[in-house]
């Protein structure tokens, strides 16, 4: 690829980073043309592996939608293994997860519904979840940086029900003087508190206000009082308990459509002597690559990633859907750009890397592509949505994956000039004060469109 003279990096870029304190050498970057044959204006320190952050979900959804086509799915079956009598189900009900990524509230709610469907209003037996699709090992969702509770650290599941999430819903009631507090989805077992006093001073940090305890996972406490200012709010948790979550949930919802059981929601696997009754599909893997882009959800684009080794037979794993992105990295690339370390595939990692040279390839090889538009449509649209709707870049400007660690700020995606044109760029930051530097990615996305 012929270069078109950048060799080093424009003055706005290298400005920002002084003003920060921040070393030249903390960046990676690439700016090309978005033409797999066209010009490189910028590449300083490219082939250098970084830590990517959350700018590998790149690599993982665009070999998905290469490898897997826009309308896969994944699919959730119901199996009974006896007759149904006056509403009743004489045995147990099997709920097999294939790894929905999107198995939400409502969706939950819609599949047991559709279970009342068919007759059964009350289950002799027990609630079976099988989650044999996935052979992934057990990780403590405090590993990552101590906040388990905090939504972003939720694990792979092939029963994976609204993302491991409880949201706390406070509604404010100025008349009784108390917000009211809904907890969804319902969860069995889980005694929440009905309201909570309101406070008459400014919104401000509310979720300190609350004093929330969650040490006991069935009953979490709120200790303090709720700004009447703040309105109607959610608060979306990890449960304190996630290998109970998806049970819970069933239960909770069951019972909530009026749905009775005799035994209990547990874990097992579906009996070849059982029948399959009904099946739901997830939607399809462009509506999840958008979602795991637009607003970097890391346990779905986990199961994106596992979504590629589940063509190899048997459980999926991380080792094998690895191997298969390998495969088809090098089988896209060549040997010129070394396979990425994706690990989980979401960049919610230490040891993820990559090459700003290698990713630049990748997004004009797809951006020549049939995925092409499907990819990009993925992306936060600058100023307008996604994780960059606040972003100061400019309005529409670019179309970016964004990533951040504790000591990484990436960017990475697509740059529209005012006459047409399109760049590729990369740009990584690893370094302890990487938060500093955003003035300067903003910079050098500015300096693309000018290309």
Not at 74 to 96: E, F, I, K, N, S
Not at 113 to 128: E, K, M, P, S, T
Not at 288 to 317: E, I
Request: proline share 9%; net charge neutral.
């Amino acid at each position: 690829m012929p270069h078109a003279g950048a060799a080093t990096l424009p003055e706005p870029v290298r400005a920002a980073l002084q003003g920060a304190g921040l070393p030249t050498d903390a960046l990676v970057a690439v700016v090309a043309d978005a033409a797999p044959d066209g010009s490189v204006w910028l590449a300083h320190q490219d082939r250098r592996p970084v830590n990517p952050a959350s700018v590998m979900k790149l690599v993982t959804t665009y070999a998905a939608l290469d490898l897997l086509g826009p309308a896969h799915v994944w699919r959730t079956t119901v199996h009974t293994d006896a007759p149904v009598r006056d509403g009743v189900l004489q045995g147990h009900l099997y709920l097999r997860g294939g790894g929905d990524p999107q198995l939400v509230t409502e969706k939950l709610w819609w599949l047991l519904r559709r279970v009342q469907g068919l007759g059964i209003q009350r289950v002799a037996g027990d609630i079976v979840l099988d989650r044999s699709a996935f052979d992934v090992p057990a990780v403590d969702p405090a590993a990552f940086d101590g906040e388990p509770l905090r939504p972003y650290n939720a694990t792979p599941d092939a029963w994976l029900v609204n993302y491991k999430a409880q949201q706390f819903h406070f509604v404010p009631d100025a008349a009784a003087g108390v917000a009211r507090v809904a907890l969804e989805p319902p969860l069995a077992g889980v005694a929440v508190p009905a309201t909570v006093p309101l406070d008459a001073g400014p919104c401000g940090d509310w979720r300190t206000g609350l004093r929330a305890q969650f040490t006991d996972p069935l009953r979490p406490r709120f200790d303090g009082r709720y700004p009447l200012a703040c309105g109607e709010r959610a608060w979306p948790l990890a449960h304190p308990e996630p290998e109970r979550f998806a049970e819970r949930a069933v239960a909770g919802v069951w019972t909530s459509l009026g749905g009775q059981l005799d035994g209990r929601v547990r874990p097992g696997e579906v009996p070849p002597q059982a029948t399959l009754r009904l099946t739901l599909d997830s939607p399809p893997l462009a509506q999840v690559v958008r979602d795991v882009n637009k607003f970097s959800n890391n346990v779905m684009a986990q199961h994106v990633l596992l979504a590629l080794g589940q063509s190899l037979g048997g459980a999926t794993t991380f080792e094998g859907s690895r191997q298969v992105l390998a495969q088809w990295w090098t089988q896209r690339l060549g040997p010129e750009h070394p396979a990425p370390v994706v690990d989980n595939g979401a960049g919610l990692s230490r040891g993820a890397r990559l090459t700003a040279a290698g990713l630049a390839r990748l997004l004009q090889l797809a951006y020549a592509s049939p995925m092409m538009p499907e990819l990009m449509a993925s992306l936060p649209a600058s100023g307008l949505d996604g994780t960059l709707r606040r972003s100061p870049m400019g309005v529409g400007l670019a179309h970016l994956k964004t990533g951040s660690l504790r000591d990484v700020q990436a960017l990475a995606g697509y740059v529209h000039g005012p006459g047409g044109q399109r760049r590729v760029l990369v740009a990584i930051v690893n370094h302890p004060d990487a938060r500093a530097a955003r003035p300067a990615l903003d910079a050098l996305v500015q300096w693309a469109a000018g290309r």
